[in-house]
């Protein structure tokens, strides 16, 4: 740049370098060159170009039209956290704390509760609720035996293939097939539910907040709508549900199942069987983690005693030293 530059123009720059006004003092060296290559009277305007209200003004404006722009595009600027009025009922009732027979560090699942979830699950929900990551032989040693759930299985048709002519064909079900969806996709599922998407319940329990008491206390929170409060046609109201209104209707009924193992089969107890369900669904390893923790700190603290005791033994012959200074005796007397 500066080898492009005519003579004169380079000595114009020494000299306007001096007569330069303070608030362009401040600019680099490499900076003033530059603005020198032009004659005075237009580094002048430059300068005047800087400190006007117009230019304040159209810069304060094309940062707004900036803003506005990127805004109606995108939503939000990315930096800023969106501010929004809101009401507590947008996130929903807090659940209150149920006490779970495996809440406690020791306890395991209920199994004959999993069993009758299981059943309230199958007969209600699953009409339009999938479980993608149980499979039937999930169940074995859980809640049936190998030969109810391979009896289960088999009332279930799968496709499968190709066989050597390359079609494929339907199969019953096996042990090591997962459980059947209602839907076949997305779009099917929200087309039967009035576009609502019933989420898939394998993990739910861990996938909200407030887990299985939530979930208990969505299916048995139904209520008419408070006064005021304006429900669409096909919501339903529920004040656990996170803004009031929920597209599922309310399921649990007394009674609405036969329990194999002849529990009365009230609202809250279906609700208490399926949530428990649920829970085991979405941490199956839940029994044995607890059982591994158990062993872990029984092994880990003995190890731990032990260790302190050797560590006293191996010391003892140090800690327990007498250092003696005998000073010489002075042989000159
Ligand atoms: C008639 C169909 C239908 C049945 C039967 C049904 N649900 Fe639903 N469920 C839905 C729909 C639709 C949604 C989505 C609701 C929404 O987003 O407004 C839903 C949502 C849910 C949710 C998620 C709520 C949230 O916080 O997002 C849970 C949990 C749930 N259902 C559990 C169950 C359980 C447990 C059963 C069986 C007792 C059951 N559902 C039976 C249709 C159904």
Request: glycine share 8%; aromatic share 10%; hydrophobic share 40%.
């Amino acid at each position: 740049m500066l080898s492009r530059l005519s003579a004169g123009a380079l000595k114009k720059a020494a000299n306007l370098g001096t007569s330069r006004s303070s608030t362009l003092l401040n600019l680099s060296h490499h900076s003033r060159v530059r603005f020198t290559s032009s004659n005075s009277s237009s580094s002048a305007g430059f300068e005047s170009l800087l400190s006007s209200r117009a230019t304040l003004a159209s810069v304060s404006l094309f940062t707004a039209g900036s803003i506005a722009w990127y805004t109606h595009l995108y939503g939000s600027l990315p930096f800023l956290g969106e501010v929004h009025a809101g009401h507590l009922s947008d996130e929903g009732l807090h659940a209150a704390a149920y006490p779970w027979s495996h809440g406690g560090v020791l306890d395991t699942f209920d199994h004959a509760s999993i069993r009758r979830g299981y059943q309230v699950y199958r007969e209600v929900c699953a009409a339009c609720h999938s479980l993608d990551r149980i499979a039937w032989r999930n169940l074995v040693g859980v809640s049936h035996t190998a030969d109810e759930a391979r009896a289960m299985a088999e009332e279930v048709e799968y496709t499968d293939g190709p066989n050597s002519e390359g079609e494929m064909f339907q199969r019953p079900g096996k042990l090591a097939d997962y459980m059947p969806a209602p839907y076949p996709n997305e779009e099917a599922a929200r087309a039967g539910n009035a576009g609502a998407l019933p989420p898939d319940l394998s993990l739910i329990v861990k996938a909200r907040h407030g887990g299985a008491d939530y979930l208990f206390s969505l299916l048995t929170g139904y209520i008419d709508p408070p006064a005021g409060v304006e429900i669409r046609e096909g919501m339903n109201y529920n004040p656990y549900f996170p803004g009031g209104a929920i597209s599922m209707a309310r399921l649990l009924f007394d009674g609405l199942v036969e329990y194999d193992d002849g529990t009365p089969a009230t609202t809250s107890q279906m609700a208490k069987d399926v949530a428990t369900f649920l829970s085991w669904a979405a941490e199956p390893e839940h029994d044995e983690r607890k059982k591994y923790g158990i062993k872990a700190v029984i092994i880990f603290s003995a190890l731990t005693l032990i260790s302190l005791y050797v560590k006293r033994f191996k010391w003892s012959p140090i800690k327990n030293r007498k250092i003696q200074y005998n000073p010489p005796v002075d042989k000159i007397h």
